[in-house]
Each structure stands twice: as structure tokens, then as C-alpha cells.
């Protein structure tokens, strides 16, 4: 079975505290994506990566960064928290494939006090 | 943007119920690919069923019945006998095929789905 794992599953931190959320899946898969779910929003996608050390922009990627060094592990960054930022934050891996289906981790629920 | 909307935030039935969850998308894309996503109390998103705009055919799994009208931009979702597990948020999705936009999910605000027992 594919696994994706998220380090935390709850997260407070302050206004201003740099933020690491990371994501790791054990299938070797080339894509990783971190989305943010917000209620009436639904998912959207913040930054996708298909390969280590490459990087695209989502949709909302302002106020975010993100890191892929190894291609199991996905790093989103919130240089300078925000409380608009609070959010439930899930990321998603696939094979590079067009048809893969994108797996998902069980989310990290994040305040941002 | 090319929107995915799930017109119905919230539904509530009783189990063994028939409940029909609606999606609506727009693409300017000529072929694409279309997901429902069940997303459980626990928060995980499971997948559901991916369908090719290629393939009109209606699909069947169990209880679960997805409905693909590309004539109307349509992928409904229907679920026969509701049970009480059942209950959870569901989300409908699509991404176009090919050029840079690969894995690009573009997903509908999602429905809160509740079965009553």
C-alpha cells in the first residue's frame, strides 16, 4: 500500500515563527504536492514538485516555499507565519505517469496564533 | 481558472437512503481526467474513481455509481442504500492531460455528506 506520512497531525505557532511542514511517501513516486483545504474552498494546491529539486508554483503559492532534496521527502515553508495562514495543509504524492492517481497524507491541521 | 463546482455544501439522509452527489467543471481542455475523492473524519483523502473524458460509460462499484455526462460538464456521484459510513466530505476533481499541468488536480469546494442511522 502506498503511505504518505505528514510529521504532525496538529501544529500551533505564533505570528512571525518559521514554519516546516514535512512529507514523506514510500512508493518512489516523482510527483509531490502540498495543498491547503479550507471550508468552502476545498483543496488548492500551493506548490508541486516531479522531480528532486524541482519546483512549480500551485495556485496560492504566495507566502510559501517548499524544498525537495530527496525525492521521498517534501518540505513546505511559511517563511513568516500568518494567521490567515491557519488551515488544514495536505500533501500528495503520484507517479510521474499522467494517469497516476495522487495518494494523500492524513493532513497537518495548522493555527497560526 | 477552470472551475470544479459541487453545487450542494452540505446533504443530510437517513441510512438505506439514495443520495446523488452533483458535480459541475469547466475545461477549455479536449481531453482531461475527472476524480471523486472521499475525505473521512479522519482527514485522509481516499481515492474513489478516476474517469478519462474519453469514456462516457456510466461505472459501478458496490453501492457507488458515477454518472458522466460530457454534454452537460457533469460527474455526478450516487450512492445507493446510504449507510451511516458513508458519512464524510466528498470531493469531485480534474485535471487536464498532458503540457506542464500534469497531476494538476483542480478540486470542488467539497460536499459534507451525513447518514443519519
Known amino acids: 500500500d502506498v503511505k504518505v506520512t505528514q510529521s504532525s497531525r496538529y501544529l500551533v505557532k505564533r505570528t512571525g515563527e518559521k514554519v516546516f511542514l514535512e512529507c514523506v511517501q514510500d512508493?518512489?513516486?516523482?510527483?509531490m504536492f502540498w495543498y491547503r483545504q479550507d471550508p468552502g474552498l476545498g483543496l488548492r494546491l500551493i506548490y508541486f514538485?516531479?522531480?528532486?529539486?524541482?519546483?512549480e508554483k500551485g495556485d496560492i503559492p504566495e507566502g510559501y516555499s517548499v524544498s525537495r532534496e530527496k525525492k521521498e521527502r517534501f518540505s513546505l515553508i511559511l517563511e513568516s507565519a500568518s494567521t490567515n495562514q491557519t488551515s488544514m495543509y495536505l500533501c500528495?504524492?503520484?507517479?510521474?505517469?499522467?494517469?497516476?492517481?495522487?495518494?494523500f497524507g492524513p493532513g497537518t491541521r495548522l493555527l497560526v496564533l | 481558472a477552470q472551475k470544479v463546482t459541487q453545487a450542494q455544501t452540505e446533504i443530510s439522509v437517513v441510512e438505506k437512503e439514495d443520495v446523488t452527489l452533483d458535480c459541475v467543471y469547466e475545461?477549455?481542455?479536449?481531453?482531461?481526467?475527472l476524480f471523486w475523492y472521499k475525505q473521512p473524519p479522519s482527514g485522509e483523502l481516499v481515492f474513489l474513481i478516476r474517469?478519462?473524458?474519453?469514456?462516457?460509460q456510466n461505472e459501478i462499484s458496490g453501492r457507488y455509481s458515477w454518472n458522466f455526462q460530457k454534454s452537460t460538464s457533469s460527474f455526478n456521484f450516487t450512492i445507493t442504500a446510504s449507510q451511516v459510513v458513508d458519512s464524510a466530505v466528498y470531493f469531485c476533481?480534474?485535471?487536464?492531460?498532458?503540457?506542464?499541468?500534469?497531476?494538476?488536480?483542480?478540486f470542488g469546494q467539497g460536499t459534507i455528506l451525513t447518514v443519519h442511522p
Open positions: 500528495a504524492s503520484s507517479y510521474l505517469e499522467e494517469q497516476e492517481t495522487q495518494y
Open positions: 512508493m518512489d513516486h516523482e510527483n
Open positions: 514538485s516531479y522531480d528532486v529539486k524541482m519546483k
Open positions: 475545461t477549455r481542455d479536449t481531453t482531461y481526467y
Open positions: 474517469r478519462n473524458s474519453f469514456d462516457e
Open positions: 476533481a480534474r485535471r487536464p492531460t498532458g503540457g506542464t499541468s500534469y497531476g494538476k488536480l483542480t
